[in-house]
């Protein structure tokens, strides 16, 4: 089966400008998650959502990041406008159901941005 | 909040030497996930542990699931340069919340 599918998969910008990520996630996933991984660190969670809802949004900063799922299946985020810490790998991962205990994550490529 | 912590953050092993990476929760969690990440690549699912004390192997590695469930270890037997990445530990607390990843251990070895 494919895999989760990202694009761009690099994208270099000015901060200020704003910048979206896509996302296609593996077919028939119900969960999708958008991460967030600087450099030498761990992933971290911005959103995860359950086919077109959000489960969880905790560590999206909203001032300038948004995203959504609109038709349940792919997503795009956006951050509008960068700033310099912005600047991270964008992951994006899906699971089959996404119930309450978490279950096998298949992550995506990335979309690596570097603000300037 | 949750947080989950790893040591060593680096380890530069000689081909053939074993390899242990550990990592330690501040809450009880429901299950604990691990992960490999190869330099320049995205992170793949090794293994969920579940249970109290469990221990599950595959090949080389063996992964254990500390009684409190607060803690657990991932040891790799006789590393070979395939085993070159980061490996992550993710926590997810008892009450179902979202998994919460470690910063990593990089493993690089020497042949």
């Known amino acids: 089966e494919a895999g989760v599918a990202q694009s761009p998969r690099y994208k270099i910008i000015e901060k200020r400008q704003s910048v979206a990520f896509w996302c296609n996630p593996i077919?028939?996933?119900?969960?999708l998650y958008w991460y967030q991984q600087i450099l030498g660190q761990g992933p971290k969670l911005l959103i995860q959502?359950?086919?077109?809802?959000?489960?969880?949004d905790s560590q999206l900063p909203k001032d300038r990041f948004s995203a959504e799922r609109l038709k349940g299946v792919d997503s795009t985020l956006k951050i509008q406008p960068a700033k310099l810490e912005d600047s991270a790998v964008y992951l994006c991962?899906?699971?089959?159901?996404?119930?309450?205990?978490?279950?096998?994550?298949?992550f995506g490529p990335g979309t690596r941005l570097l603000v300037l | 909040g949750q947080q989950v912590m790893q040591i060593p953050q680096y380890q530069h092993v000689q081909e053939g030497e074993d390899f242990t990476t550990y990592c330690n929760s501040s809450t009880t969690l429901s299950n604990i996930q691990w992960y490999k990440q190869r330099p320049g690549g995205h992170p793949v699912f090794l293994i969920q542990?579940?249970?109290?004390?469990e221990v599950k192997k595959q090949k080389r590695l063996t992964f254990q699931f500390g009684e409190a469930k607060k803690n657990s270890s991932l040891h790799i037997t006789a590393t070979q340069t395939t085993d070159v990445g980061t490996y992550f530990c993710?926590?997810?607390?008892?009450?179902?919340?979202?998994?919460?990843f470690g910063a990593g251990t990089i493993l690089r070895v020497k042949s």
């Open positions: 993710a926590g997810q607390g008892e009450y179902g919340n979202k998994l919460v």
């Open positions: 542990l579940v249970k109290s004390g």
């Open positions: 959502f359950q086919n077109n809802g959000v489960v969880d």
């Open positions: 077919s028939g996933h119900a969960t």
């Open positions: 991962a899906s699971s089959p159901s996404g119930g309450r205990y978490q279950e096998t994550q298949y």
